[in-house]
């Protein structure tokens, strides 16, 4: 890929959650300290909500890799729509703790408390974080409360952490979990990055991938990647990463803003979820008399408008798909040729 040509030591902008990559702005900072504070507290729950790709399983990861207490057992799970039995067996799995043959809920139960008792008598304590804490029905979120109430000596057992999307903030809300938000000892809602926080992390990530320029990406760029992105984390990794490719197809040493908007083009269903198609008037009124065939309401030249349209944006899909195919072939030729530079380098050495 274009690693090489940059002089990166790996890609910057992937996708995996890597807490190397960890940048906190003022809001990830706060929803960090808010989880190692619910930490030290060692009881209730922490949640943590904010909008897709603002980087929620990033702090978790962060979190679980900065944990340095040797006493406390963490997991994670990532959830689906799982019932409160289905939750218990998740969290026995993740634990690894032995159960019998007949998983009852009552049986889970016995296993998960005893488990968790055998932690305190070691002077140790689980933590629970559950990514994707938005999926969970109602009474699934109840069961994570009714866990809390194992105690010894007037001290929980095992603590939760809750991260999801803003759907999770409806579900707390209901009015049948007024016993789960007393519980709820901080919270903390992420937010997209503002320009200047965007390119402060762009720098950050190119620097933890080991470059040591400054002017790949000109201060005017960031702007307008923002306004590709909204700002939004995941986004700018799969768009950057993509500028980063184009440049590398290019031979561009500097990041231009006629390089974005042309990647930007080029990705506009990626980025916006859907093409803007064009929507053609009815020949027909709303409601057609089909007793008496009204003739349709529309003007020749009208209609003729519309398909001119339809067939201008599927000249432009056609232009766009071909300019892509292009970049390709140039892409995988690039690749033939420092093939073919390296192992003639490897050759020489061989003969010396």
Known sequence: MYESYYGFTERPFQLTPDPRFFFATKHHQRALSYLQYGLDQGEGFIVITGPIGTGKTTIARNLLNSIADQNIIAAQLVTTKLSPQELLELIVAEFNIPVTSNKSKAQLLQSIEKFLVNLNRQGKRALLIVDEAQNLPIETVEELRMLSNFQLNNKPLIQSFLLGQEELKDIIDAPNMEQFRQRIIASA????????????????????????????????????????????????????????????????????????????????????????????????????????????????????????????????????????????????????????????????????
């Open 189 to 352: 809602h992420l937010k997209p990055l503002s320009v200047e926080e965007l390119g402060h992390y762009v720098q950050h990530r190119l620097q933890q991938a080991g470059y040591n320029k400054a002017n790949l990406f000109p201060k005017k760029t960031f702007a307008l990647i923002h306004q590709k992105t909204l700002g939004v984390p995941r986004k700018v990794n799969i768009f950057i990463d993509r500028v980063l490719l184009f440049g590398f197809l290019e031979d561009l040493t500097e990041i231009s803003t006629e390089a974005i908007e042309e990647v930007a083009d080029e990705m506009a269903l990626e980025l916006t979820g859907s093409l803007q198609k064009p929507s053609l008037e009815s020949s027909t009124n709303n409601k057609p008399d089909t007793l008496t065939h009204t003739n349709p309401k529309v003007k020749p030249s009208e209609n003729l408008e519309g398909i001119c349209e339809v067939l201008r944006e599927v000249d432009n899909i056609l232009e766009t798909s071909i300019k892509q195919k292009i970049k390709m072939t140039k892409y995988v030729d690039k690749l033939l040729k420092q093939k073919s530079r390296a192992m003639a380098k490897a050759n020489i050495k061989a003969e010396l």
